[in-house]
């Protein structure tokens, strides 16, 4: 019945008013029941004391005036009772408390007599029991009716993580019905045997098999926002043996009991990666770049636009975004728009779109002598290795041929740094797109010597997420039913999230000098197989029984595992942990460039691409 008048679209519309006046016939019942305690609990002693005399209606409108102008100010008719905690109860205090003194004062000042100040007393305190003990009666009650409702309903839940996050988590899984979860204990492995919150800590996450299959357990959540991936991992496989949901609290710096349902999401691949969280510099970061004119090249592809995203966050004051990919351009524009509009901070940036290739000299000059530009990200490339096997000509064109053409056009107009990406397949390459990007690498070390500008290269490995790589591809074949095809099920690969290496790649720059190559901590290689397993199961599947994985066999070009540094290359650790800096190697610039336009000069006329790949693959040990 309670509940179905406060869901009830016109208490609803009208709550703020109906809360206020509730609590004004609180504060009026207790100044009555004071008058009564302080005359012997004579009823007809205080009617014949205090009738409906002109003085006595004077002070009863004052005090009307009080209380609804001080519960209006702090809001105490604003607060949701189904969430009343410890914030709204001292607010609730504080305001009476204030209605105490001004209501003392104008006692003083009408000089009333002393039975009036314990009239008072006694007043605030009964106000303080009654608009307390309503509140937290009515969140009891809610609370008692959805614990009802779920009594025979909800899927057997566990929450893995008994602090605050699983506390909060605890309320949210009371409240929320759409949640379909009906709570039977915690996991923690630091307060075993404890209770929180009327639930038993069951045992550590190493008792999960054994708890799971004793209570008959359909869901786990994971509430350890500052729990390593490892851990996360640890909770993951052992469910997964049971073949349980598993939902996971999203880390974050602040929980919020009004939206924790929000931060309630399923376990990702990024979740399973292992990898501690990037810390960066901000303040170096935000040193080269905010008020800069920053160009970004293929801002269109995975990596380029989460560059975009991470440079915006610094305020620089023009930011140009140049692609070929037209549709890609205009759709990153508007999001940048939208935070624009959202965020004053950054209300004064400036963003310009240009469609332009790399390839083409007169474009880039037009556009460096046009903008002015202080800091150049190199994104921009071909980068599937089977597409560059059949046509080397375009990774030598686009790859090598552009990268030289970005790279000199931004020396020649003194820009003040140019980072490259680059890729762990430029080590040791066998294929043509890794061959391409080491030559970059060489490009870009022959210059290192020149004094205007500050170049770099950032070297990482595969990006999860990235466009065509393994993560879509694996869940668009789960999505049609399998199977997921691996090339070997023994390839392993190192791998990071998007966003962490954008951030590290910010980094890197400040580090920026004299041609310097920078390798991201990748953390531990993954082997590809488990990658596939894990993605089965996280979408609620059994490998090789729903889902099958088989080998395909390697691709043209491709490698069992790739690496990060060559043996003879000298490594030191920077301020960062996760970044580390090759020594700078001398590289003949005028030797770099002949083999270059040698290369060119072959992709002008037919020739054989097995030819073309031996030419290229000559030309790095050649000017070496």
Not at 458 to 487: A, C, D, H
Request: proline share 3%; with cysteine; glycine share 6%.
């Amino acid at each position: 019945m309670l509940s179905k008048i406060t869901h009830n679209r016109l208490f609803v519309k009208h709550r703020s008013i109906v809360l206020l006046v509730a609590d004004l016939i609180v504060v009026g019942f207790s100044y009555i029941l004071a008058l009564i305690f302080t005359h012997d609990f004579s009823v007809k002693q205080v009617v014949s004391n205090y009738s409906f005399s002109m003085p006595v209606i004077l002070l009863a409108i004052a005090l009307l005036i009080i209380y609804t102008t001080l519960f209006v100010v702090y809001k105490v008719n604003k607060s949701l009772w189904e969430y009343i905690g410890e914030k709204e109860l001292w607010n609730i205090l504080v305001t009476l408390v204030i209605a105490f003194i001004i209501c003392g004062l104008l006692f003083f000042i009408l000089h009333f007599r002393i039975v009036f100040y314990l009239i008072l007393i006694i007043a605030t305190v009964l106000s303080s029991f009654f608009m307390f003990g309503i509140r937290l009666g009515y969140r009891a009650y809610r609370e008692s009716v959805l614990n009802a409702h779920l009594k025979f309903k909800g899927r057997r839940s566990l929450i893995v993580g008994a602090g605050s996050a699983g506390y909060i988590l605890m309320k949210e899984l009371q409240k929320n019905i759409k949640l379909n979860a009906k709570l039977v204990g915690f996991i923690d492995d630091f307060q075993d045997g404890m209770v929180v919150g009327g639930y038993a800590v069951l045992g550590k996450i190493k008792d999960l098999p054994k708890i799971i299959t004793k209570k008959e357990i359909d869901l786990v959540f994971i509430a350890m926002p500052s729990a390593d991936k490892k851990t996360i991992q640890k909770v993951v496989d052992l469910c997964k043996i049971l073949n349980v949901e598993i939902k996971i609290m999203a880390p974050g710096e602040t929980l919020f009991m009004n939206n924790t349902s929000n931060q309630i999401r399923s376990v990702t691949i990024e979740d399973l990666l292992g990898r501690e969280e990037a810390k960066l510099s901000s303040e170096e970061i935000s040193e080269y770049i905010k008020g800069e004119v920053v160009l970004v090249t293929g801002a269109a592809g995975s990596i380029g636009s989460q560059l975009v995203m991470e440079i915006f966050k610094f305020q620089p004051q023009h930011l140009l975004l140049l692609d070929v990919n037209e549709n890609g351009l205009y759709m990153l524009e508007q999001e940048l728009s939208c935070l624009k509009r959202q965020n004053a901070s950054y209300e004064n940036i400036k963003i310009t779109s240009l469609i332009a290739s790399i390839r083409e000299v007169a474009a880039l000059e037009n556009i460096f002598s046009e903008y002015n530009i202080d800091i150049v990200y190199h994104a921009a490339a071909h980068k599937h290795v089977p597409l560059m096997e059949t046509r080397p000509q375009e990774a030598i064109k686009n790859n090598i041929v552009g990268t030289r053409n970005v790279i000199d056009v931004a020396i020649k107009h003194c820009a003040k740094r140019v980072i490259m990406i680059s890729t762990d397949k430029a080590v040791n390459p066998t294929n043509v797109m890794g061959a391409s990007k080491r030559m970059t690498e060489l490009i870009l070390q022959s210059r290192g010597l020149q004094k205007n500008t500050k170049i770099a290269a950032v070297r990482f490995g595969n990006v999860l997420g990235s466009n065509g790589s393994v993560i879509p591809i694996f869940k668009n074949q789960i999505e049609k039913g399998g199977p997921i095809t691996l090339t070997s099920k023994k390839i392993i690969r190192y791998f990071m999230t998007i966003p962490e290496a954008a951030q590290l790649v910010l980094q890197a720059g400040y580090y920026a000098d004299r041609g310097e190559i920078f390798i991201l901590d990748m953390g531990e290689p993954v082997k590809i197989l488990d990658l596939a397993e894990n993605l089965i199961r996280l979408s609620g599947l059994r490998p090789y029984k729903d889902i099958d994985i088989i080998e395909i066999g390697l691709r043209p070009g491709e490698k069992m595992f790739e690496e990060l540094q060559y043996s003879e290359e000298k490594t030191h650790s920077t301020a960062n942990p996760m970044i580390m800096v090759n020594e700078i190697i001398d590289v003949d610039a005028t030797k770099v460039d002949h083999k270059v336009d040698e290369l060119l000069a072959l992709c002008q006329e037919p020739v054989d691409k097995t030819l073309l790949k031996k030419k290229l693959f000559e030309a790095i040990k050649e000017v070496i």
